[in-house]
């Protein structure tokens, strides 16, 4: 069975990097994204990839996180730089079967990881 497992998280610094992956067998041709969810906030649309290869970012990460994926070995990344407090939450990985699509809304997605903690310490 095709699933969505997330890995990286941790504790850093204000400045600090991550990387988070998330392997995704079974999920070829599918449109991948990162998304965040803050204590008290709603999850949020971070970086997503589609099966061309484009991508999409939150204005709030732009020029800091990278997406990328390993299409040989099924594995999503999330480059994670210069991080600031507000960047702790739960990380999720989710895909969408329209593999075109390159949204951050995560009512357009079908299949959720369970999620990796970042937390960001000032």
């Known amino acids: 069975q095709a699933q969505l497992v997330e890995s990286g998280g941790g504790s850093v610094t204000a400045g600090g990097s991550l990387r988070l992956s998330c392997a995704a067998s079974g999920f070829a041709g599918y449109s991948l994204c990162w998304f965040r969810r803050a204590p008290g906030k709603q999850r949020e649309g971070v970086a997503c990839i589609n099966n061309r290869g484009s991508t999409a970012y939150a204005d709030s990460v732009k020029g800091r996180f990278l997406i990328a994926k390993d299409n040989a070995n099924p594995t999503l990344y999330l480059q994670m730089n210069d991080l600031k407090p507000d960047d702790s939450a739960m990380y999720f990985c989710?895909?969408?079967?329209?593999?075109?699509?390159?949204?951050?809304?995560?009512?357009?997605?079908?299949?959720w990881g369970q999620g990796t903690q970042v937390t960001v310490s000032s």
């Open positions: 989710a895909a969408a079967r329209a593999g075109w699509y390159l949204t951050l809304h995560e009512k357009d997605y079908d299949y």
